[in-house]
């Protein structure tokens, strides 16, 4: 059984993410966000694309986001989307 602890925080297994396009949003990297902004996670609920969120980024170059409860957690993947403009 792997050790959760160790796959949470290695970013090396996190780094790529896969690409689901989620309607009404698009892509960005964690270089391009400011710490306080509001993002959102890329992911799918029964098959069908989803955005789970939102998230505030706590830090960019620690890769730390805050859910809506103020929990903070690292997320190192690169799939944060916010609303298209």
């Known amino acids: 059984m792997a050790d959760d602890t160790k796959l949470n925080r290695d970013p090396d297994l996190h780094q790529k993410a896969l690409v689901i396009h ?12 400011d710490e ?3 993002v959102f996670l890329q992911g799918h609920a029964g098959g069908t694309p989803h ?10 170059d620690y890769k ?8 903070q957690f690292m997320h190192y993947a690169e799939d944060l989307i916010v609303p298209e403009s």
């Open 36 to 38: 306080g902004a509001e």
């Open 51 to 60: 955005a789970y969120g939102p998230h505030t980024v706590v830090s960019r």
């Open 64 to 71: 730390i986001l805050a859910n809506s409860r103020r929990e």
């Open 22 to 33: 989620v309607p009404g949003y698009i892509h960005i990297t964690w270089a391009d966000v």
